[in-house]
């Protein structure tokens, strides 16, 4: 540790902490006065802090190294080879896919959000013939949904389906049967 | 007016290359520098410098400024040295290479420079302090080594440091205080007062030995 003339062991440890900062121009007034005060009361410290400073500036006599003149060509490269961030547009091999792919979407949105002519009363009432057939089948559909509701009807319809061929003419009267 | 580095390196994530070609030659030098003192192989610290930059701009999209620009590169840069060093083939090397230039080294005698040559002598004298500098701040621990060179050479703020080197600001002073003690023992023939600055030690047929 450090001397012990006109300073205790505590103060000459405390120092440690402190000296670097005040070699290095970093230390606050308060810190700075504080070891100049215990140093100039210290022998043994003095002698350790003049050896710092030695060491301080010997360590500017080390040459800086400059980077080879391929330094930034090599960087270039690497940066080159990395993989590209790929946003969704990147994906499209060309930008005519990418225009047409555009027009799908658009033209799938409007057709999505345009009304349908069998749901608008007003149009159906002025509907061609084969929309009213269509219209009809719906009808029939909503007719038979209490024997489509009825699981034991449709598990039926499966065990029918396994039956050989000739059997398989009386299946209309079955459904007829459990209508 | 000058950018901040900061700013720079908003700009680089705003997709300005040129910006980035600012930081590069800004810090370029610096880098290569600190990663060959950490390394002590220029070819390696080249490759971890650009290393450095390449991961600079890689995350330049995540870049968020919530600290400065410089601890933020060191940090990477003093990963990358840490984990090279402590790679065993680097490691190896570097033992075979000290033992090679250790071997009679006490017994080596010391070289009157004054008698030389003055150019000469001076040449020879400063390559000899070089790389006896080099050479002890490379036998530091690797942390202290990389707090010494962010603080002497690097000029980086206590925080920075600490930042950088994940640890309180105490204990970074603590480190570099144990670092400078170790410096100075190891560089008393070039310090103490009592040995003159001029003499180096030079190997059998009167060439420094360094």
């Known amino acids: 540790m450090f001397g012990k003339e006109k300073s205790s062991l505590h103060q000459c440890a405390a120092l440690e902490s402190k000296l670097i900062e005040y070699l290095d121009g970093r230390a606050r007034p308060v810190e700075r006065h504080a070891v100049e005060e215990h140093l100039s009361g210290c022998a043994s410290c003095r002698l350790r802090a003049e050896e710092f400073r030695a060491v301080w500036s010997a360590l500017d006599d080390l040459p800086e190294v400059s980077p080879s003149p391929a330094f930034d060509a090599a960087l270039r490269a690497r940066i080159a080879a990395e993989p590209a961030r790929r946003g969704f547009w990147d994906w499209m091999p060309t930008p005519r896919l990418a225009l047409a792919v555009t027009a799908l979407v658009v033209m799938s949105v409007w057709l999505s959000s345009r009304p349908r002519v069998a749901t608008n009363p007003s149009v159906v009432s002025q509907a061609s013939p084969s929309s009213q057939v269509s219209a009809e089948s719906d009808f029939g559909m909503i007719r038979d949904l209490p024997v489509l509701e009825n699981f034991d009807v449709v598990s039926k319809f499966d065990a029918l389906s396994e039956l050989p061929v000739a059997q398989a003419a009386s299946r209309g009267e079955v459904i007829k049967e459990t209508r | ?210």
């Open chain 2, 1 to 210: 007016m000058a950018r901040t580095d900061v700013q720079l390196m908003l700009d680089v994530k705003a997709g300005d290359e040129q910006s980035f070609e600012l930081l590069l030659r800004k810090y370029r030098t610096p880098l290569v520098n600190f990663l060959y003192r950490m390394v002590r192989d220029t070819a390696v610290a080249e490759d971890l410098a650009q290393e450095v930059f390449l991961r600079v701009y890689r995350a330049r999209q995540e870049y968020a400024p919530s600290a400065k620009f410089t601890t933020w590169m060191f940090r990477i840069a003093t990963n990358l040295a840490l984990n090279s060093v402590r790679d065993n083939r680097h490691r190896q090397m570097e033992i075979s290479m000290d033992q090679q230039v250790d071997s009679g080294e006490s017994e080596q005698p010391v070289l009157e420079v004054a008698d030389r040559a003055p150019s000469v002598e001076q040449e020879l004298v400063a390559r000899c302090r070089a790389e006896m500098i080099l050479k002890a701040i490379h036998a530091l621990p690797e942390k202290q080594r990389a707090a010494v060179l962010l603080h002497k050479y690097q000029e980086l703020d206590y925080d920075e440091i600490a930042r950088v080197l994940e640890c309180s600001e105490s204990a970074l002073k603590s480190l570099l205080f144990r670092a400078y003690e170790t410096l100075r023992v190891q560089l008393a023939p070039l310090v103490s007062p009592t040995v003159r600055m001029d003499r180096v030690p030079v190997d059998r047929s009167g060439q420094p030995a360094c």
